[in-house]
């Protein structure tokens, strides 16, 4: 069964001190990963998806990286408006067909 | 990506009646899913609503309890059943082509007393 495990559950940073947040996974083979922002009382927005080891991709002050077992969301230099709900979630490719499982999610709150 | 909006956005219900949703996107698409999003917990998926077919359920979920429909390739509704307060959650509708990254709804925000 495939499952993502986010970490750390809640975050709280400092306006410019980057961090990263991190999303472990087991797939039955991985047809791509992906990472959401969610503010409350809305729905999901799509930021990035990954399909293999190695890949990186940047938007602003995110940047999210991927391995085999894992993958980081790094936050550099943080404002408050990126406080919300990040969530990453698998795809799998061998008869997961096109669901996505998803993890609990980091909330992050940056402040001033 | 598209642009996707859903009918109520939320409500509060009584325990027994039901409810039904609605999702609206602005092009029309090939694949539709349903998710929930109860308190504290990750967005699980309930079915692929197909068009022209019957509804593909995930494990946990049944069609008696949360019937979908799919009359055309911009529009998909969703039922919850008999509703307890165990009911109580966001509903999301999703979009995604070719079976890749998939766009959300703003949400149904469900109460059940």
């Known amino acids: 069964e495939d499952q993502v495990t986010q970490s750390p559950e809640a975050l709280r940073l400092q306006e410019g001190e980057s961090s990263s947040l991190n999303c472990s996974y087991t797939?039955?083979?991985?047809?791509?990963l992906f990472w959401y922002r969610q503010d409350p009382g809305k729905g999901p927005e799509f930021l990035f998806t990954?399909?293999?080891?190695?890949e990186e991709k940047e938007k602003e002050r995110l940047k999210a990286t991927l391995t085999k077992k894992e993958s980081f969301l790094h936050i550099t230099a943080p404002k408050p408006e990126d406080s919300a709900t990040y969530l990453c979630?698998?795809?799998?490719?061998w008869g997961g067909g096109n669901k996505l499982t998803f993890g609990t999610g980091t909330q992050l709150k940056v402040e001033l | 990506s598209a642009v996707i909006s859903q009918k109520p956005s939320r409500d509060i219900c009584q325990r027994g009646t039901s409810l039904t949703i609605q999702c609206q996107v602005d092009?029309?698409?090939?694949?539709m899913f349903w998710y929930r999003q109860q308190p504290g917990q990750s967005l699980t998926l309930i079915a692929t609503?197909?068009?022209?077919?019957?509804?593909?359920?995930e494990s946990g979920f049944v069609i008696d309890k949360f019937p979908i429909s799919r009359p055309n390739l911009t529009f998909s509704t969703l039922t919850v059943s008999n509703m307890s307060p165990e009911d109580s959650s966001i509903y999301l509708c999703?979009?995604?082509?070719?079976?890749?990254?998939?766009?959300f709804g703003p949400g149904t925000r469900l109460l059940v007393l």
């Open positions: 609503a197909n068009q022209g077919s019957e509804a593909t359920y």
């Open positions: 797939v039955s083979g991985l047809r791509g």
């Open positions: 999703s979009v995604g082509e070719g079976g890749e990254t998939q766009y």
């Open positions: 990954l399909y293999s080891a190695g």
């Open positions: 092009s029309q698409v090939t694949m």
């Open positions: 979630a698998v795809q799998a490719g």
